[in-house]
């Protein structure tokens, strides 16, 4: 699976558009891009998900870059629910198990 | 139920004990995945079960770790002989689909200690 890149830690204030982005310059044809977050200490939520064409679903955005190298997940109006550690994940839609990053934490401010 | 469901939520062991842990998938879900969180983002898979058929276990130390998904049974991970080094969250995941078609629906972990 390919690897991806996050920067560590953002800040966003309350009720403003958050935009995590992520590199995976070395995904491949037929691997989806998969977001899920872990708020606190509990297990990770699914987000959303895409392969080449921009997702949105009640939750967020999903924007990918035409040569797929890099994507941005889009929280429309951030609220302090919201802070929280967000995984972005490349894998062959086939794939079996969930490969982890180190994810980026998300802090909403009030 | 209609939410993953792990027991118990906290679990301390001394080093040399036996460690149980238990899952409940999400009722229709064939598929149950544990992972193992060590540190704070690292996660690690450990193994997958459709029903109660091990999938793919690559990711088990299985000098210690073993697994069941049994009939009318919660799922469980058992670890002989703990170690420091297992300490850890220990998160179950259910899923209609064993690949990623599929969005994974975790439970709330089990915290395990071990001193």
């Known amino acids: 699976d390919a690897k991806t890149t996050q920067p560590p830690s953002m800040d966003c204030a309350e009720g403003r558009a958050a935009n995590l982005p992520c590199n995976h310059s070395?995904?491949?044809?037929?691997?989806?891009v998969y977001w899920y977050r872990q708020i606190h200490s509990q297990g990770p939520q699914y987000i959303i998900h895409?392969?080449?064409n921009n997702e949105t679903n009640e939750m967020a955005s999903l924007i990918i870059t035409e040569d797929r190298k890099s994507s941005t997940l889009i929280l429309p109006h951030a609220t302090l629910r919201d802070t929280a550690v967000y995984y972005c994940?490349?894998?062959?839609?086939?794939?079996?198990?969930?490969?982890f990053g180190s994810g980026t934490q998300l802090t909403v401010l009030p | 139920g209609e939410e993953v469901a792990q027991t118990p939520k906290h679990l301390v062991r001394g080093e040399g004990q036996k460690a149980k842990l238990y899952c409940a998938p999400i009722?229709?879900?064939?598929?149950v995945f544990w992972y193992q969180q060590v540190l704070k983002n690292e996660f690690k898979f450990l193994i997958s079960?459709?029903?109660?058929?091990?999938?793919?276990e690559t990711g088990m130390p299985k000098e210690r770790f073993s697994a069941k998904c049994l009939p009318n049974s919660p799922c469980s991970l058992e670890i002989q002989a703990t170690k420091l080094e297992d300490s850890a969250v220990y998160f179950c995941?259910?899923?209609?689909?064993?690949?990623?078609?599929?969005?994974?629906?975790f439970g709330p972990g089990t915290r395990l200690t071990v001193l």
């Open positions: 995941a259910s899923s209609q689909t064993m690949t990623l078609r599929g969005e994974q629906f």
């Open positions: 070395t995904i491949s044809g037929n691997e989806y």
């Open positions: 895409g392969l080449k």
């Open positions: 994940i490349v894998g062959n839609v086939a794939a079996r198990q969930l490969t």
């Open positions: 009722k229709g879900h064939s598929y």
């Open positions: 079960f459709q029903n109660e058929n091990v999938f793919d």
